[in-house]
């Protein structure tokens, strides 16, 4: 269903709360992209997002309450899956089957199982593009890091300490029955919040070994999932870090990513870049445009007048025209299935571990040696007794 060289890329967007919403405003602002489908059950959700492309300028896409009837009704190049996370393995291997491209928003899916049918189906459709949303990676404060690893300024790098302190209300879970559900949100402040970060963490330390995790739920109700995770996660080089994440840090001390290396440091704070210093620096302290271009990677200098960051004006936006032009080019997108996949497989490991009290090794999740354990949330009463 590849759109020919130049002609815009016809998306259909499969879900239109929040986020499907978001996608169709970075479509609206590309002229690569022509939303031409909406998907959703709710005909007011469909008639909210259709508005939203009129008032920006773009036609009215059609709307259906399946993606099987968008299928049907052809004329697509990419769809994107925006629904709740327990859907998005299942809709995307219906889509890819079809014979589109598929972008999913995080997390790949709340389960190993279905996401792993997914890698296997796209692995015969190598001329497919699928991509998974972690859209954090195009932000200029998180390539200016990614750059001085791979220019070796931070040296060895030994350690990393990952923050995801957020605040949820009880109504932001009391509204939707699928928000803090182990089948549709597959956890808490890690799996919904904290996976970003932890893409991030992946990113910059490389392939998680093993993972030793406790969680809890503390300041909410009527949920089955955790408000807080904290783990100790051990890498492939030796490197050690740790992640915490929650939505009990009242009022929101919001995320901070800290990266240690033997001849350096970085923080990463709100998505900028707070602190750099390295051991061959003039200076020692480096701002993120010079670390940039000081750095090179294979994606070229970090000029903010040519970046996909400044073009479209946002993170989301600068995955989109990656996606935009790996379908174009044939390539595979800057971040991947198996990215996707080794996130949720570390996420699914926490998890693990919390419920089993013993380390998980991430390849043995990824591989299905835990297929079909249930998890929980582990409670404070439950600490206490087994200590």
């Known amino acids: 269903m590849t759109a020919s060289t130049g002609a815009p890329l016809r998306l259909a967007i499969v879900g239109c ?11 609206a602002a590309n002229p690569d992209l022509d939303v031409v489908a909406l998907v959703d059950p709710h005909a007011d959700r469909t008639a909210a997002v259709s508005a939203q492309l009129v008032a920006a300028g773009r036609p009215a896409p059609a709307a259906h309450a399946a993606l099987g009837e968008a299928l049907a009704a052809g004329g697509l190049d990419v769809v994107s899956v925006c629904t709740p996370s327990g859907e998005h393995a299942d809709l995307a291997l219906q889509a890819l089957e079809a014979g589109a491209h598929v972008v999913v928003e995080k997390p790949l ?34 390539l200016a890091v990614r750059r001085a690893l791979d220019a070796g300024r931070l040296g060895r ?127 020692g302290d480096w701002s993120a445009n010079q ?48 990215d996707g996949l080794r996130a949720l497989a570390t996420v699914r490991a926490v998890y693990l571990s919390a419920t089993l009290g013993e380390p998980v090794r991430v390849a043995d999740v990824v591989e299905g040696r835990y297929d079909g354990v249930a998890t929980r949330t582990g409670e404070p009463e439950r600490v206490v007794a087994g200590a």
């Open 17 to 27: 709360g929040v986020i499907g919403r978001l996608h169709a405003e970075v479509a």
């Open 109 to 142: 899916d709340v389960a190993v199982e279905p996401a792993r049918r997914l890698r296997d189906a796209a692995a015969a459709r190598p001329e497919q593009v699928v991509a998974v949303i972690s859209q954090h990676r195009h932000d200029e404060s998180a």
């Open 157 to 283: 790098v030994t350690s990393a300490v990952a923050n995801v302190d957020w605040y949820r209300t009880q109504e932001y879970y009391d509204s939707g029955a699928w928000r803090g559900t182990w089948a549709l949100d597959g956890g808490g402040a890690l799996m919904n919040q904290g996976v970003h970060t932890l893409d991030l963490l992946l990113w910059y330390l490389g392939e998680p070994v093993e993972v030793v995790a406790y969680t809890a739920r503390l300041g909410h109700e009527r949920i089955e999932v955790e408000d807080v995770a904290v783990a100790i996660v051990r890498f492939a080089s030796g490197a050690l870090a740790t992640l915490h994440a929650s939505t009990t840090v009242y009022p929101d001390l919001g995320v901070r990513l800290q990266v240690h290396g033997t001849d350096g440091s970085a923080v990463i704070e709100a998505d900028e870049l707070t602190y750099f210093h390295a051991r061959d620096a003039e200076g």
């Open 291 to 338: 670390v940039a271009a000081a750095s090179g990677s294979a994606r070229g200098a970090l000029d903010p007048q040519e970046s996909h960051v400044a073009q479209y004006g946002s993170s989301h936006g600068a995955q989109w025209a990656d996606v935009v032009a790996a379908v174009r080019e044939g390539r595979a997108p800057w971040v991947t299935l198996d």
